[in-house]
């Protein structure tokens, strides 16, 4: 057996010397010659103390935890815990993944829900069956235990000492320590007076709850509320110690809300702010050490409880964002890892991106960039990526120089959650036209292109995402045509992941506005992909799909045949008109302004019932659903008596309260449908009835020439036929 080494700070290794128990001979002979050796040690401490220490453990009333039960949901959020990265001498909380939000609707942010339900199932409990052939560790281990429950402070010092000699890592050693009771031992160890018992039972905790039924087990015992008070010791060992068991313990939903349900939150943000107001010795150097420990310890277990909504608010509530970003400005990796990972997981809140923006903490991230540690370059990314959803943020990311480095980081593609967390962050600060201009310079969209095949999807997601808000400017749409990123790009349309299909569809969209780039989707059977792409379930993909259509429609060289070739097409897209989803209704309708504009597509749509669905829309208050109802109706009016059927199916009355919005795009494309749909008598006699003549006449003077001209032909036309019904009554 090998000593397993912890790295620990001055303070911890003089804490150490106390559990140096006396030197076993070479090889550990075997397990009866090591027992009796431990036993007698135990005997002649007993027999030659001038002082009997009297046991001084306040035990404590357990709950076995082999009955209780928990969630199927903590086993899947373990799984998922184990993927990820470590921090130091600990194990770093996950990361969040990368298509959370796009701009909160294409990814799905991993955050945990703020309604924390109790669990429904417990996942297999992994217990040694009595004839499985195991380790001699095993059976070691457990007299260990047996040694602890002794109640003599001497024997369970020694038996702690002892027992961290064995691999703490290994399963089976963990296993050993539960399945005998050492959990019930080690917990209770931390209810009593005794420091020395209290470091060497988080010392051993600490170790074994990486072990995913370990930390459930834990949390079933009751151990997190003693932890949690073991925050308020005087004991930097103590606090440190226990907030990186905590850190690893809160890696699942129930015992997150433990912590915060027992103060825990409150306790570990004062950490951040760890004053001299200890009983150990004042010595500067030694004091600027462990408080940088302590800080680093409470960042770390931060980090494990910000994956829970209410845990993000209560550590804002408690005035963690200013010591955060006070801690930010430090040269400590060890400490920078945890602090960016708790700002990057608690930037998916609105208050929280405010609030970094408020306390100028987007300059250190910025900064952090340029660190050697690709770790720390990752999390500094993902924090960028979670609040650059803000237009400010975006501009301050530019203004701080963080757009080079992020292009720079482009061309490592070694390290993929890194190159995940860059791409990301480059996709969002795109949004931003300035900041798609400074890419472009340093090359960045001509990396993007490249990055389009053999990559995993989380960094597909983002490598399109950004592509697509670059493509929309001209000149980097002939920049991707150019170097060959419309096939990969119409090869992703073939997918399966939500968050890459809503991406790719709006990035093959934009390209589509140029003409050479759609005769090259169109070559590719791109159209007839995204065609097919609203049949998706996902209403997302449907509506992007829709959206990507209306260009392709509008630049084909035969868009009216192409249209028709697609077999049921017409009807799929008319039978979208019954979504519930406003934008599906949206992006369909705007779909079918364009099929309009060819005359045979315009009298298939109409057989299939395009103008009593389109009417039963028209009762909405979503401007942007308006304005492409009222461009589709106006173009649908141009087929047959569709005029008079929409007036049959009561859409006239409707389309006149979108003259009260105040968006001028309702206004303009309300006029144009209320001017063709005058053009028959009995919607002229509905316009009127519902005051469209006083509105119409505000907008005649509008600065927009179409809006302008539409409110005027408009107003003739019921003008029309006023006079006309007045001279039909003097004749």
């Known amino acids: 057996m090998s000593k397993h080494e912890i790295r620990f700070t001055e303070e911890q290794q003089k804490d150490n010397q106390i559990f140096e128990k006396p030197k076993t001979e070479d090889g550990h002979s075997s397990v009866a010659g090591s027992e009796k050796s431990k036993i007698e040690k135990i005997n002649f ?67 945990e829900s703020s309604s924390e339900s109790e669990e429904d199932e417990e996942p297999p409990d992994h217990r040694q069956e009595a004839n499985a052939d195991l380790p001699s560790e095993y059976w070691q281990i457990q007299k260990l235990v047996k040694y602890l429950k002794g109640g003599n402070q001497t024997a369970t010092v020694i038996a702690l000492c002892s027992m961290r000699d064995f691999n703490l890592a290994q399963e089976t050693c963990q296993l050993a320590i539960r399945d005998v009771g050492g959990l019930e031992v080690l917990i209770n160890l931390l209810d009593t007076d005794e420091v020395k018992c209290k470091i060497g039972s988080l010392k051993i905790l600490k170790e074994i709850s990486h072990n995913p039924q370990i930390r459930r087990n834990i949390v079933d015992l009751g151990g997190l509320p003693i932890m949690v008070n073991i925050l308020d010791s005087p004991h930097k060992s103590l606090k440190c110690l226990s907030a990186e068991t905590i850190a690893n313990v809160a890696k699942f939903k129930r015992a997150r809300r433990a912590v915060r349900q027992h103060g825990g939150i409150t306790k570990l943000v ?62 400590h990796e060890n400490m920078l890892i945890p602090v960016v990972g708790t700002l990057q997981e608690c930037a998916s809140e609105e208050n929280y991106r405010a609030a970094i923006k408020a306390e100028r903490i987007i300059e250190n991230l910025v900064k952090n960039l340029n660190s050697e540690n690709e770790q720390l370059q990752e999390h500094c990314a993902m924090a960028i990526y979670q609040c650059a959803e803000d237009e400010e943020t975006r501009d301050l990311v530019r203004l701080h120089g963080g757009l080079k480095p992020l292009a720079s980081l482009l061309n490592n593609t070694d390290n993929k959650e890194r190159l995940a967390a860059v791409t990301g962050a480059i996709w969002k600060c795109s949004i931003s036209k300035e900041n798609v201009i400074k890419f472009r310079e340093y090359k960045a969209i001509e990396t993007l292109v490249g990055l389009l095949t ?83 379930p996902h209403p997302d993909v449907k509506a992007s799909a829709a959206w990507a259509l209306c260009p392709c429609i509008e630049n084909a060289k035969d868009a009216g045949e192409m249209v028709r070739s697609f077999v049921g097409g017409l009807e799929l897209v008319v039978n979208l008109l019954k979504s519930d989803n406003k934008e599906v209704l949206a992006s369909v309708c705007a779909a079918i302004t364009n099929i309009a504009k060819d005359q045979e597509n315009l009298a298939v749509i109409t057989d299939h019932g395009v103008v009593p669905l389109l009417s039963k829309l028209a009762n909405t208050n ?110």
């Not at 169109?522 to 007839?528: A, C, E, I, M, N």
Request: some cysteine; charged content about 25%; hydrophobic content about 35%.
């Open 270 to 331: 004062a950490l951040l702010d760890c004053g001299q107001n200890s009983t150990e010795p004042t010595q500067t150097s030694l004091y600027e050490t462990r408080d940088v420990e302590v800080a680093r310890c409470g960042a770390l277990a931060l980090w494990s409880c910000s994956k829970s909504h209410s845990n993000k608010e209560a550590i804002r509530k408690a005035g963690g964002i200013p010591l955060l970003a006070r801690l930010l400005k430090t040269s």
């Open 622 to 731: 979503n401007d942007k659903l308006r304005r492409h109802l009222a461009e589709a109706i106006s173009r649908c009016c141009m087929w047959g008596r569709n005029r008079v059927a929409f007036g049959e199916h009561k859409a006239v009355a409707p389309l006149v309260r979108y003259l009260k919005s105040n968006d001028t795009n309702v206004h303009r494309a309300t006029a144009q449908a209320l001017y063709q749909l005058s053009e028959d008598a009995d919607n002229c006699i509905t316009m009127h009835e519902n005051g469209a003549v006083k509105l119409l006449l505000d907008m005649v003077g509008s600065p927009d020439q179409d809006l302008q001209e539409a409110a005027a032909g408009c107003i003739s036309n019921i003008r029309r036929l006023a006079l006309a019904t007045e001279k039909a009554r003097y004749n």
């Open 45 to 111: 401490g007993k027999s030659h103390m001038t002082k009997r220490l009297e046991p001084s453990l306040n035990w404590r009333v357990t709950v076995d935890y082999k009955d209780h039960k928990s969630s199927l949901k903590d086993s899947q959020e373990e799984k998922q815990g184990r993927l990820e990265k470590s921090s130091s001498a600990s194990v770093a909380p996950s990361r969040a993944q990368l298509h959370r939000k796009g701009g909160e609707k294409v990814e799905e942010i991993v955050s």
């Open 454 to 536: 053999d990559q995993p999807e989380e960094v597909l997601v983002n490598v399109v995402g950004a592509l697509g808000e670059c493509c929309q400017e001209y000149e980097n749409r002939v920049l991707v045509r150019k170097c060959g990123g419309i096939q990969p790009l119409v090869n992703l349309l073939v997918g399966i992941n939500q968050a890459l299909l809503v991406n790719v569809t709006k990035a093959v969209g934009a390209c589509a506005v140029e003409p050479e780039s759609m005769a090259i989707i169109d070559r590719l059977d791109g159209v007839r992909l995204l065609w097919s792409l609203l049949k998706n």
